[in-house]
């Protein structure tokens, strides 16, 4: 069963009714993106002190949906209270969801009279919001076939995969709560809690004091890197909506404001749905495995805390790349890397620990490049990632470059197949990370080059190569004298 949806005329009335003041902007259909906010007036620009601008939107405190919004609902509903006891206070996101999640079922069951929970202004506000979001997580399997090769597609398998495991756990949580229980058995909830993240990483902000929040009517503005307006708190704890410094509105024209200047465009599809065709940012992630045959794999991966990935960003045609686990991962013995288990002597309990040059580094696996810069084979070490960095740059853009059969086209698209907005959100990931690998495997194999030609490895190199030679004769002589 899902809830009924609300038009989007009957938006005023709502916010009417919970105080949301639309001064200047109202909520309107924009053209291939969905809802957004247009001026009703011109919107004079603002000069830097913007103390006594007037704002475009005003939302009450008590709207906000933050970490403090979920406690004081918990006051006021016993059966949400009992929820977020058993399954809750792990993270601000965590606890947003399950209020989500709760609204969701609200949304869904108060029409028919049966008793829940309590309703607020979102259980209302929620039946506004989209029930099919562009986010990849919320794709058809079909649809993130036309991820493979790209960054996103282990990331999304991989967050599909977490949201499963967590209404998994929520569920195991809630099974001693007869409420909870019998809802939470119910066929489609699982769906319910994918749309609830989604909603969540589309829609969330951080506020200066509230943190991550979600703010109702101020979510529907639409993003754009030369963004009109902006978002603040003020001293009562309202969030207001204000023209940007020096810029101004026509009447008419969309309000947009700023998801993020720096977000790449597999960030932006991941999070929001769609690509930034205005963006300069050419950045994407890569994930990191541990090194064939290598014994302390297993170790390394445990013991470093941070993500497993090595960014890579193209600047101006400047390549860089940053990765502090791949300089742990070109480590071994020989170098002086040593892994060993210690045991605390009042509790008995075990700890595994990591040396670098017989110091204790464990809580440093973060800071292997700087930690290496005074060893003598720093150079050689450098080579090493860069050499592991270059294959897993041409591995992944073989696989992005390879061939996919895209099996819809506008003119001809069925219930079952992909949608087209999929496939050319997609493909435009695509082209933009195969630029991101192939300017990145050309610099990655200069980068080699003048490795190549430093003093200190031609030495190094020379020498091991005189050791294989040593060992190869030695072998062939030992082979000679064979009196069997």
Not at 153 to 176: G, H, I, P
Not at 305 to 314: E, M
Not at 444 to 471: F, I
Request: aromatic share 8%; hydrophobic share 40%.
């Amino acid at each position: 069963m899902s809830a009924p949806q609300l038009p989007i005329e009957a938006f005023p009335a709502w916010a009417l009714l919970n105080d949301v003041e639309f001064k200047s902007a109202e909520v309107r259909s924009i053209e291939g993106k969905g809802f957004g906010l247009v001026a009703k007036k011109d919107i004079p620009g603002v000069s830097d002190d913007s103390s006594s601008t007037e704002a475009i939107i005003r939302i009450p405190r008590d709207l906000v949906l933050s970490a403090e919004a979920v406690e004081a609902y918990a006051k006021v509903d016993q059966h949400f209270r009992q929820l977020l006891e058993v399954a809750g206070h792990q993270s601000t996101r965590g606890d947003i969801l399950l209020y989500l999640l709760t609204h969701l079922i609200l949304s869904k069951r108060n029409s028919s009279g049966s008793k829940g929970c309590a309703s607020t202004p979102w259980t209302e506000y929620i039946k506004f919001l989209p029930r099919s979001i562009s986010v990849p997580t919320m794709w058809t399997s079909e649809e993130r076939e036309f991820l493979q090769g790209t960054s996103l597609e282990s990331s999304v398998n991989a967050k599909l995969s977490v949201l499963s495991r967590e209404y998994d756990e929520l569920s195991e949580k809630a099974s001693t709560l007869p409420f909870w229980n019998d809802l939470l058995s119910e066929s489609g909830m699982l769906e319910d809690w994918i749309l609830a993240d989604a909603l969540y990483r589309s829609r969330c902000l951080e506020l200066p004091h509230a943190g991550l929040a979600m703010v109702p009517g101020l979510d529907m503005a639409n993003h754009s890197p030369k963004y009109l307006a902006r978002y603040d708190e003020t001293p009562e704890g309202d969030v207001v909506l204000l023209p940007s410094s020096g810029s101004g509105v026509s009447s008419g024209e969309e309000i947009t404001i700023s998801y993020g200047e720096a977000k790449s465009a597999a960030e932006m599809l991941f999070s929001y749905g769609f690509i930034d065709q205005e963006s300069g940012v050419k950045e994407l992630v890569l994930h990191l495995d541990a090194l064939p045959d290598d014994p302390l794999g297993k170790a390394k991966f445990h013991i470093y805390k941070g993500p497993p990935i090595a960014r890579l960003s193209l600047t101006e045609g400047n390549f860089r790349w940053h990765s502090p686990l791949l300089y742990l991962l070109i480590l071994n013995e020989e170098d002086g890397l040593l892994f060993r288990v210690l045991q605390e002597n009042t509790s008995g309990a075990r700890e595994l620990r990591v040396f670098w040059q017989d110091e204790d580094v464990t809580g440093q696996t973060d800071e292997f490049e700087s930690l290496i810069q005074d060893h003598p084979l720093c150079q050689i070490f450098k080579l090493r990632a860069v050499s592991v960095l270059e294959e897993r740059v041409t591995a992944q853009l073989e696989k992005i470059t390879a061939e996919i059969s895209y099996g819809a086209t506008e003119q001809s698209q069925a219930a079952n197949q992909p949608r087209v907005e999929c496939m050319l959100a997609a493909e435009k990931l695509r082209d933009l990370e195969a630029q991101i690998l192939q300017g990145a495997a050309a610099a990655l194999e200069n980068e080699k080059a003048r490795l190549l030609l430093d003093a200190r490895v031609v030495t190094y190199l020379g020498s091991m190569e005189d050791t294989q030679n040593e060992q190869a004769s030695d072998q062939a002589s030992n082979e000679d004298d064979d009196f069997s």
